[in-house]
């Protein structure tokens, strides 16, 4: 079952979205802050974030900016009214807009092409951890 954190501060499209995500057999988590999504995402583990630009505790891009420091890769899709104040998506990576209101076909879309890339696009561990060790006269 896919995992998708949704974050928004407006109680209505939190509930939205938990309603049409688990109609669709994903498993959701909500947070309604910065501190919450990171945290949420922390325990979680989501296999792609929803997420408004403006919510309260420091905005949606200091949760893309603390989870990529922390080497998580997962997908973040910005559902905002306003996607021009992103700036440059192509120098975020793993990142998608939306504008709201959001068709919830064109969301569902999204959220399963976000799936479907995520893992071709992460990159490999640069400090993998040493093979096991076998023992002698295997």
Do not use: C, H, W
């Amino acid at each position: 079952m896919p995992k998708i954190l949704v974050v928004d501060d407006i109680p209505a499209i939190v509930d939205f979205s938990r309603e049409f995500f688990e109609d669709a057999g994903f498993e959701v988590r909500t947070a309604d802050t910065a501190p919450g999504a990171i945290a949420a995402q922390r325990e979680f583990k989501a296999d792609a974030i929803l997420q408004d630009l403006n919510i309260p505790g420091g905005g949606g891009v200091l949760v893309y900016e603390t989870l990529r420091a922390r080497n998580d890769l997962t997908p973040i899709i910005f559902s905002t009214g306003k996607p021009e104040t992103l700036g440059d998506l192509g120098k975020m990576f793993n990142v998608s807009a939306l504008r709201k209101p959001t068709d919830p076909e064109v969301l569902m879309a999204e959220v399963k092409k976000q799936l479907a890339k995520a893992p071709a696009e992460r990159p490999m561990n640069p400090n993998p951890p040493p093979p096991p060790k076998l023992p002698p006269g295997r």
